[in-house]
């Protein structure tokens, strides 16, 4: 069982910055990506960036040159640092993390934290 939970979102101005943390807890359980999706009130949930172990991070074009993803993979982190964010970035952020169960190396796992509202207005 995989539990995440995120941290680091609130309002800011356009322009600004916010750094987003993610942390996975648990046992029995190895990850192989982890990443951060966003959805805004009517639309659907959307990539924002992911990275995978051995592998470089994968962005959402609309945030490319502005957002930077990390991971920590030994202690099971990952970051988002937003800069120069606008109006339209406004959204809720989810965590999500892709592994397998290590007593059941078969049984993939896909979790999802609870969310945190980033919101960029003036």
């Known amino acids: 069982q995989v539990q995440l939970v995120e941290s680091g979102g609130g309002l800011v101005q356009p322009g600004g910055s916010l750094r987003l943390s993610c942390a996975a807890s648990?046992?029995?359980?190895?990850?192989?990506?982890m990443g951060w999706y966003r959805q805004a009130p009517g639309k659907e949930r959307e990539l924002v960036a992911r990275?995978?172990?051995?592998?470089?991070?994968v962005y959402a074009d609309s945030v490319k040159g502005r957002f930077t993803i990390s991971r920590d993979n030994t202690k099971n982190t990952v970051d988002l640092q937003m800069n120069s964010l606008k109006p339209e970035d406004t959204a809720v952020y989810y965590c999500?993390?892709?592994?397998?169960?290590?007593?059941?190396?078969?049984?993939?796992?896909?979790?999802w934290g609870q969310g945190t509202q980033v919101t960029v207005s003036s």
């Open positions: 990275i995978a172990i051995g592998q470089g991070p």
């Open positions: 648990g046992t029995m359980f190895r990850l192989n990506a």
């Open positions: 999500n993390a892709r592994g397998v169960r290590l007593t059941i190396p078969t049984n993939e796992l896909n979790s």
